[in-house]
């Protein structure tokens, strides 16, 4: 694994983690929301997580407020809204910052290992591909549906090992 898996982050509930806990998994970390125009999208990225996580993929889900203040809520009302709203059961975590100065040591690493290292989270559901050893594969843009045919396609690439996943 590489240095993301060594960053300290806390679940939804306040308990420590990092991702070495999915080490040999292919992630795909997505700052999300409650209140944007994108947030049914925690539909599709559930069904992503029930559709591959018995192949190796595991969605993380990163509650942030950066954008139009659209994610207000504590870590218990972002919790229970995303269980009572869409069935979520993939991993969430504590609120974070995910741009500008003081941004996450999470995401300041998945920007600098991207395709696109100088740009910042552009919005809400934004989505980084990380391989099983650790490495961002591919970003996606907020606007890139879960259900998009090339994100399927990078994920099912990621998760047989194959380099055609960028």
């Given at each position: 694994m590489t240095a993301l898996a060594d960053i300290p982050?806390?679940?939804?509930?306040?308990?420590?983690?990092?991702l070495a806990d999915y080490a040999g998994k292919v992630?795909?970390?997505v700052n999300v929301a409650s209140k944007c125009g994108l947030t049914p999208q925690y539909e599709g990225l559930e069904?992503?997580?029930?559709?591959?996580?018995?192949?190796?993929?595991?969605?993380l889900g990163f509650p942030a407020n950066e954008f139009a203040g659209q994610e207000p809520g504590t870590n218990e009302e972002i919790a229970t809204f995303c269980t009572t709203n869409f069935g979520v059961d993939f991993p969430m975590f504590e609120k974070i910052v995910?741009?500008?100065?003081?941004?996450?040591?999470?995401?300041?690493?998945?920007?600098a290992e991207s395709d696109t290292p100088d740009a910042e989270v552009q919005w809400n559901f934004e989505k980084f591909l990380v391989s099983r050893d650790g490495h961002v594969v591919r970003r996606f843009s907020p606007r890139t549906e879960?259900?998009?045919p090339e994100l399927v396609a990078a994920i099912e690439a990621t998760l047989s090992g194959s380099a055609a996943a960028g």
């Open positions: 982050v806390k679940t939804i509930k306040g308990a420590d983690a990092s992630l795909l970390v069904k992503l997580y029930r559709d591959y996580r018995d192949d190796g993929l595991v969605v995910v741009k500008g100065p003081d941004k996450h040591p999470l995401y300041a690493e998945l920007i879960p259900s998009d």
